[in-house]
């Protein structure tokens, strides 16, 4: 009888200790970030362009324990490089970035460093502002593709760093780019 009495309060103080032990979830967070993009193919667009720059705003819900969907719009920017070509100007490149992706969350909830990996989907719209050369000035119309990335990163108690690759499926080549974020959490 000793025996049980003492299962039983090792068992009743155990749900009460992890009960208590458990981190209440947010229905959803606010992620925003900004860094630099580096093009990477095809090499028109690698050697052609500069390092750009980006910005972006996630909206998080909890889909299952460590486990999120992320609702993503992001604005990447890429000048030019003329080089030492004269009378050229323009033909700044620009991605606007609208998905979703799932984020799996790999560090323990208390925590203070918690790394995670994503991969997502959504419609990419290209465009290019006017290219002014010697011969004219041209214009460009944009174009809606499909993309898809895949990325990681490590979050900090409000702030986040987040590499990725995103890869825009266009006609032949398909555009590719690496973003460098640092960003925070709301």
Same mark, same amino acid.
């Given at each position: 009888? #000793?025996?049980?009495?003492?299962?039983?309060? %090792?068992?009743?103080?155990?749900?009460?200790?992890?009960?208590?032990?458990? %981190?209440?979830? #947010?229905?959803?967070?606010?992620?925003?970030?900004?860094?630099?993009?580096?093009?990477?193919?095809?090499?028109?667009?690698?050697?052609?362009?500069?390092?750009?720059?980006?910005?972006?705003?996630?909206?998080?819900?909890?889909?299952?324990?460590?486990?999120?969907?992320?609702?993503?719009?992001?604005?990447?920017?890429?000048?030019?490089?003329?080089?030492?070509?004269?009378?050229?100007?323009?033909?700044?490149?620009?991605? =606007?970035?609208?998905?979703?992706?799932?984020?799996?969350?790999?560090?323990?909830?208390?925590?203070?460093? #918690?790394?995670?990996?994503?991969?997502?989907?959504?419609?990419?719209?290209?465009?290019?502002?006017?290219?002014?050369?010697?011969?004219?000035?041209?214009?460009?119309?944009?174009?809606?593709?499909?993309?898809?990335?895949?990325?990681?990163?490590?979050?900090?108690?409000?702030?986040?760093?987040? %590499? #990725?690759?995103?890869?825009?499926?266009?006609?032949?080549?398909?555009?590719?780019?690496?973003?460098?974020? =640092?960003?925070?959490?709301?």
């Amino acid at each position: 009888m #000793k025996k049980i009495a003492i299962l039983l309060a %090792v068992l009743v103080f155990g749900v009460v200790g992890s009960a208590s032990a458990q %981190v209440p979830v #947010k229905p959803f967070t606010i992620y925003g970030a900004a860094g630099l993009s580096s093009p990477t193919s095809p090499d028109g667009f690698k050697d052609g362009y500069n390092m750009g720059y980006h910005a972006d705003a996630q909206l998080g819900f909890n889909a299952f324990p460590k486990t999120e969907f992320l609702l993503n719009l992001g604005y990447h920017t890429f000048g030019a490089d003329f080089g030492d070509l004269t009378g050229y100007d323009g033909g700044t490149m620009s991605f =606007i970035l609208a998905g979703g992706d799932l984020k799996l969350n790999l560090g323990v909830p208390l925590a203070p460093v #918690k790394p995670f990996v994503f991969a997502g989907a959504g419609l990419a719209v290209l465009s290019m502002s006017d290219l002014t050369t010697p011969l004219g000035t041209g214009s460009f119309e944009s174009i809606n593709k499909f993309y898809f990335e895949i990325g990681g990163g490590v979050e900090f108690t409000q702030f986040f760093v987040r %590499v #990725k690759y995103v890869s825009v499926a266009t006609e032949g080549d398909s555009f590719a780019l690496i973003p460098l974020s =640092i960003g925070m959490k709301f």
